[in-house]
């Protein structure tokens, strides 16, 4: 089951982790790209962006897009291969006009690519 055309219609995802020292949650607004039953999104700031870090220590999520909110699980993949490779791409294109054929930007080609595997 893939996701709802409509979702990837919406501009941004709001993910909530947990926080690793205060449990508190803590949402935060992510482009994004649906790749089949996950949302990917690209972390610049890698594994120590706080957003990632949270989502290392306690993978358990959830993704709100436009009025829906998924439960998921979170994971990283370094590199570009994979579904990994895709969401580099669509999200390239989808927020800095990028096209085939061209190089990906510094942010698309090496930010930590992490992915949720929505809960559907």
């Known amino acids: 089951m893939a996701l709802a055309d409509d979702l990837g219609a919406e501009e941004y ?7 690793r020292r205060s449990g508190r949650p803590h949402t935060v607004e992510l482009w994004f790209a649906p790749v089949g039953t996950s949302i990917w999104m690209i972390a610049g ?3 120590s962006a706080d957003w990632v870090a949270n989502l290392l220590a ?3 999520v959830t993704v709100r897009i436009g009025g829906r909110t998924f439960r998921g699980r979170a994971r990283t993949e370094a590199g570009d291969v994979g579904e990994a490779a895709l969401a580099r791409r669509l999200l390239a294109a989808r927020y800095q006009g990028w ?3 061209r190089d990906l ?16």
């Open 45 to 47: 700031g890698g594994p």
């Open 99 to 101: 096209e085939e054929g």
């Open 105 to 120: 930007s510094d942010w698309a080609a090496s930010a930590l690519a992490v992915a949720v595997d929505l809960d559907l």
């Open 58 to 60: 306690a993978p358990a």
């Open 13 to 19: 995802a709001y993910l909530t982790t947990r926080g």
